[in-house]
T-cell receptor, first 110, second 115 residues
């Protein structure tokens, strides 16, 4: 079992729709959870982080964490073509190591 | 510079040669990470430094791979006797936060091609 698992997609949504990206992790001791966005040919950049169970909203983005189910998700509201990218889920341990999933390719079509 | 700097940006080498990849993190960032990304794949963890020490080097694929960090700043990833499967983009990232995993700032990567 991979430490961090994501559906590789591609996930295709129409412009203006909600895109839902999911991630599961295996280490129950994980303490921090991140979503990174990676455009083709570019390096990853952080878009959201969450540490506690529940929802965290930042603009059009909402991160959701359920530690009991070992599940973290990212919702993108009012999706735009510029949101088209690979979204990487990352899970952190107490001492700082960050493990990434394989990424989900998101395509937002006009 | 303001960001994480990596060099070289591109390296083409012959199988069996040694290569060195350099990372200059953001000033003041105590944590430094090396990841490897093959085409169309996610980020594979290689090694993590806190200061000059490496609490976790579990991701290094073989003993051909080694890394060091000096002065709590610049890090070098060395690959000896390169193989074709070593071809990938090697990403370095640094972080200010200690523990819990903080926001990582990535460099632009070093693309390694082994012929």
């Amino acid at each position: 079992q991979k430490e961090v698992e994501q559906n590789s997609g591609p996930l295709s949504v129409p412009e203006g729709a909600i895109a839902s990206l999911n991630c599961t992790y295996s280490d129950r001791g994980s303490q921090s959870f991140f979503w990174y966005r990676q455009y083709s040919g570019k390096s990853p950049e952080l878009i959201m982080f969450i540490y506690s169970n529940g929802d965290k909203e930042d603009g059009r983005f909402t991160a959701q964490l359920n530690k009991a189910s070992q599940y973290v998700s990212l919702l993108i509201r009012d999706s735009q073509p510029s949101d088209s990218a690979t979204y990487l889920c990352a899970v952190g341990t107490s001492y700082g190591k960050l493990t990434f999933g394989q990424g989900t390719i998101l395509t937002v079509h006009p | 510079g303001a960001g994480v700097s990596q060099s070289p940006s591109n390296k083409v080498t012959e199988k069996g040669k040694d290569v060195e990849l350099r990372c200059d993190p953001i000033s003041g960032h105590t944590a430094l990470y090396w990841y490897r990304q093959s085409l169309g794949q996610g980020l594979e963890f290689l090694i993590y430094f806190q200061g000059n020490s490496a609490p976790d080097k579990s991701g290094l694929p073989s003993d051909r791979f080694s890394a060091e960090r000096t002065g709590g700043s610049v890090s070098t990833l060395t690959i000896q006797r390169t193989q074709q499967e070593d071809s990938a983009v090697y990403l370095c990232a640094s972080s200010l936060r200690r523990g819990r995993g903080g926001e990582l700032f990535f460099g632009e990567g070093s693309r390694l091609t082994v012929l």
